[in-house]
């Protein structure tokens, strides 16, 4: 056997890549504790925690609105499948945490979509998972963004939500007008 063969193929990590947005950035710096443009690897028992208590946490936002730990990513592995992915928890007693558009309270948590848009106060972070193979590691990845994340992507910012789910500027910019109706009329 040639050495070619003998050496093991190496396995694919699964990189969670993180595009930060805070409209203060460039005077506060809250994001400076953070490593850019470099692949930290983790442990898959690790549980990422981000906020401004650097005891605590690994991901530090140097912001004081920010709570000890803000929210929490956990890596897991789904039931009776190979597909890998992250859970999102909210660990702050006093700010909602929006994935996309889906409000997370204190300790409520959510699959993390494979792209999605995180926000609470003034920050915005793009999550995008890149799919590995690896189950003892995974790793994250820090980009930051100069314009809003929102506008990039063209989504509303934070507006009321219908009982239906339907973003009201959404539905008028089409020239769809809301109907009332009573419960009886459906």
Not at 3 to 29: A, D, N
Not at 53 to 67: K, P
Request: net charge negative; glycine share 4%.
């Amino acid at each position: 056997m040639s050495s070619m063969e003998e050496v093991e193929t190496e396995e694919t990590v699964t990189c969670l890549h993180i595009t930060l947005y805070h409209p203060c950035q460039e005077e506060k710096q809250v994001f400076r504790s953070l490593k850019f443009h470099k692949q930290e690897r983790c442990r898959v028992d690790e549980v990422a925690k981000f906020g401004r208590d650097s005891n605590i946490c690994h991901y530090n936002l140097m912001d004081t609105r920010v709570s000890r730990v803000q929210f929490t990513l956990q890596f897991f592995r789904q039931l009776n499948s190979s597909e890998l992915g992250f859970e999102i928890k909210n660990m702050s007693k006093k700010t909602k945490l929006l994935v996309d558009n889906v409000e997370l309270d204190y300790l409520n948590k959510i699959d993390l979509p494979w792209k999605c848009i995180i926000r609470f106060g003034d920050y915005q972070l793009l999550m995008q998972r890149q799919d590995g193979e690896s189950v003892d590691y995974f790793e994250i990845c820090f980009e930051l963004s100069q314009a809003s994340l929102l506008q990039e992507r063209h989504l509303p910012s934070l507006q009321p939500i219908s009982e239906c789910g339907i973003f009201p500027s959404l539905v008028y910019s089409q020239g769809v007008k809301p109907v009332e109706m009573d419960e009886n009329d459906l």
